[in-house]
Nanobody
Framework: VQLVESGGWLVQAGGSLRLSCAASGLTFSSYAMAWFRQAPGKEREFVAAITTSGGDTYYADSVKGRFTISRDNAKNTVYLQMNSLKPEETAVYYC?????????????????WGQGTQVTVSS
């Protein structure tokens, strides 16, 4: 199984980025997916999750209304659209795959992880 994130970049506060995570080696449409992030000196934290069909989503309170998680099962890819970014959201963003349907915010629920992509938000 391989999860490869991309799209991380340097952006000014208030700007937008779209992250992508391409999955291979698994039946993507059978896996719920999520995004987590880890800021320097902090623990990794949940950002957003999406069900296998993409019909249901769940967000951390801190990103509700600004971030959107989506997926394209035909392309084996999950996305994270991030708007109105804040400097404190500078972090490495990881995608993760869960071997069953449903929404979960706990890291232990996810069996597979990508290497991460760096997002830097300048003030």
């Amino acid at each position: 199984v391989q999860l490869v994130e991309s799209g991380g970049w340097l952006v000014q506060a208030g700007g937008s980025l779209r992250l992508s995570c391409a999955a291979s080696g698994l039946t993507f449409s059978s896996y719920a997916m999520a995004w987590f992030r880890q800021a320097p000196g902090k623990e990794r934290e949940f950002v957003a999750a999406i069900t296998t069909s993409g019909g249901d989503t769940y967000y951390a309170d801190s990103v509700k209304g600004r971030f959107t998680i989506s997926r394209d099962n035909a392309k084996n890819t999950v996305y994270l659209q991030m708007n109105s970014l804040k400097p404190e959201e500078t972090a490495v963003y990881y995608c993760a795959a869960r071997g069953r349907d449903g929404l979960a915010s706990k890291q232990r629920e996810y069996a597979f992880w990508g290497q991460g992509t760096q997002v830097t938000v300048s003030s």
